[in-house]
């Protein structure tokens, strides 16, 4: 792509990460977005800067770069009606302070978030995108886990949330509100048993997802519930996914994930080496990244070598 459009910068990224996904110095892939950002011109250059920087900086363990990032969309957001722009720093926001420990902060950003959400316009579309792109289940779910809301009233907003959108989808469409009703949000083996619960009215699952975030936490709930080889097939598909981009959270928390399948099947080599990804990638978060803090411990009480 930058050989075809020497001028322009949509290759530029791309070959970022996959500079970051094969290894290559980090240095090489900064000046691949120092390059992409230099041949820019439209009026979202500091919007994509920003989504740039954040995901840059969740890749190589960087709390103050993150923070920075998200501050920086947040600025761009400002003025803008559109729903997306305010969703992005906010789903940000939600994943780091979750990751951190800080689940109070992570409903307040996704609290402020939904106080403002009807007055941006709304996404009219009725395709996968469209339903991925809704995160009403998603900040529900950030202010259930610090008490915001009760069980009984996030599960309220969720089927509201789904019978407007059956409403609206095609049988094929309404398939991937199990993904982002039920599977993003589970946490526990109970949150999954009730996704498996309500598995069959969606089945069969997507083979196609429209983000590596959807397929890690089709995975997680397949390792939550006991279904280890289908946990193993999609988080492998996620922990070692080329666009480590597209959602860095999910990308290094699929390893942490696959390494708890593998662990329970036997497989204790191959958890070690995800266990390890995790650490390689969010050791510089310290106390900061509760997935790190597990997949150290698992390292020790594994006997992994290294480790």
Known sequence: MVSIDLDGYDGYQKLANAAFVLGKPVDTVREALAQEWSRMHDEDKDWI???D??????LTGDPAGIRSAIDQMQKFAGPRGETLYHMIPAWNGVLWETEAGHLDRAAAVAGAYLRRLDAWSADEGLDLFSIAYNMRPFMNKAL?????LSSAEYAAKRQEWIDGW???LSPTMARYLWIYGYAIEADTPEDAAEALDALPAYTPVPEFVPSLH?????GHVFLLGGRLDDAVRWLRLSAHDCDAWENPFAWVKA????????????????ACAAY???????ASFGNQSTSAALARKRIGGLGCGGG
């Open 276 to 282: 390890g990804d995790v650490v390689k990638r969010w």
């Open 214 to 218: 959807a397929s890690a936490d089709i």
């Open 166 to 168: 059956k409403r609206r």
């Open 144 to 148: 259930l886990r610090a008490g915001k």
């Open 255 to 270: 390893s942490l994930w696959l390494g708890q399948a593998l662990e329970q099947k036997g497989d204790a080599a191959g």
């Open 53 to 58: 920087k954040a995901s840059l900086a969740v």
């Open 49 to 51: 800067i920003g989504t």
